[in-house]
């Protein structure tokens, strides 16, 4: 099994950052794209951005130039920098990751628990 825990949350004003932290851990042969999304009241969950199987990344049209995603694989963990925020980016921040446990097993798709984030305008 395969569990991802974010952390980094909170609420903060118009203009503020944050930094977004996901680490997946359990029995992981490979991870094959990892990255972060969010669902805001009444609205379907979206892409923010993420690491695709190639390694490169790809970001949601309303974060672009705002949104920065990193990671370190050595700890099977990805950050989301978030700048500029904006009332319309208060949503719950979910983490995705595409992981193998072992060689010869398909990927599955494992989803964080979420963390909200909260911009007061």
């Known amino acids: 099994q395969v569990q991802l825990v974010e952390s980094g949350g909170g609420l903060v004003q118009a203009g503020g950052s944050l930094r977004l932290s996901c680490a997946a851990s359990?029995?992981?042969?490979?991870?094959?794209?990892m990255g972060w999304y969010r669902q805001a009241p009444g609205k379907q969950r979206e892409l923010v951005a993420t690491?695709?199987?190639?390694?490169?990344?790809n970001y949601g049209d309303s974060v672009k130039g705002r949104f920065t995603i990193s990671r370190d694989n050595a700890k099977n963990t990805v950050y989301l920098e978030i700048n500029s925020l904006k009332p319309e980016d208060t949503a719950v921040y979910y983490c995705?990751?595409?992981?193998?446990?072992?060689?010869?097993?398909?990927?599955?798709?494992?989803w964080g628990q979420g963390t909200q984030v909260t911009v007061s305008s």
């Open positions: 359990g029995t992981i042969f490979s991870i094959n794209a």
């Open positions: 995705n990751a595409q992981v193998r446990s072992t060689g010869s097993a398909p990927a599955f798709v494992f």
């Open positions: 690491f695709t199987g190639i390694g490169s990344t």
